[in-house]
T-cell receptor
Framework: DVKVTQSSRYLVKRTGEKVFLECVQD?????MFWYRQDPGLGLRLIYF???????EKGDIPEGYSVSREKKERFSLILESASTNQTSMYLC???????????FGDGTRLSIL | DAKTTQPTSMDCAEGRAANLPCNHS???????VYWYRQIHSQGPQYIIH???NNETNEMASLIITEDRKSSTLILPHATLRDTAVYYC????????????FGTGTRLKVLA
């Protein structure tokens, strides 16, 4: 079974902090994704990566950056956390274009 | 961009089949339809996907209409543990990595 692991289930940070969310997959997948999920808005794509050191912006990249130094790890960075970034963050990975994404359990991030 | 439309909510009696519809009339000819479900406070769980033909796995069956404008996810014998939000997903446009997640159908299985 595909395993996508997010480093924290719950995280509380303060406004202005730099926040790192980590995601690791164990299936040698090329493609990895970061989404945020908010009530009434569904899942929105922040960034995705199609290879090591390669990334593309999704629909809502503002305030976020990403890092993919190794194939199995995709990190989401909140450069200076703000309260409007309080959300559920979901990481996903997939192997090829037509194969399904597999999601982690999410990180519920609260910015105070 | 492609778009999916699902009913907001549905109820189903335990042990009965749950049939969840999805309209994806703008889907491209070579794009797959994917179904996921999400139980509160967990990440979306992959269920099944298909292109043209009907598909079945250990979790569910997927029926895709011949014109590919709609599909139905079938849970043959719903249990209380199937209570979740079900998402029908397609790619936004062919060749991209963006997927359209709508607001899904909240399925409640009743004892």
């Amino acid at each position: 079974d595909v395993k996508v692991t997010q480093s924290s289930r719950y995280l509380v940070k303060r406004t202005g902090e730099k926040v790192f969310l980590e995601c690791v997959q164990d299936m040698d997948h090329e493609n990895m994704f970061w989404y945020r999920q908010d009530p009434g808005l569904g899942l929105r794509l922040i960034y995705f990566s199609y290879d090591v050191k390669m990334k593309e912006k999704g629909d809502i990249p503002e305030g976020y950056s990403v890092s993919r130094e190794k194939k199995e790890r995709f990190s989401l960075i909140l450069e200076s956390a703000s309260t409007n970034q309080t959300s559920m963050y979901l990481c996903a990975s997939k192997v090829t274009v037509n194969q399904p994404q597999h999601f982690g359990d999410g990180t519920r991030l609260s910015i105070l | 961009d492609a778009k999916t439309t699902q009913p907001t909510s549905m109820d189903c009696a335990e042990g009965r089949a749950a049939n969840l519809p999805c309209n994806h009339s703008t889907i491209s000819g070579n794009e797959y339809v994917y179904w996921y479900r999400q139980i509160h406070s967990q990440g979306p769980q992959y269920i099944i996907h298909g292109l043209k033909n009907n598909e079945t796995n250990e979790m569910a069956s997927l029926i895709i209409t011949e014109d590919r404008k709609s599909s139905t996810l079938i849970l043959p014998h719903a249990t209380l543990r199937d209570t979740a939000v079900y998402y029908c997903i397609v790619r936004a446009t062919s060749g991209t990595y963006k997927y359209i997640f709508g607001t899904g159908t909240r399925l409640k299985v009743l004892a």
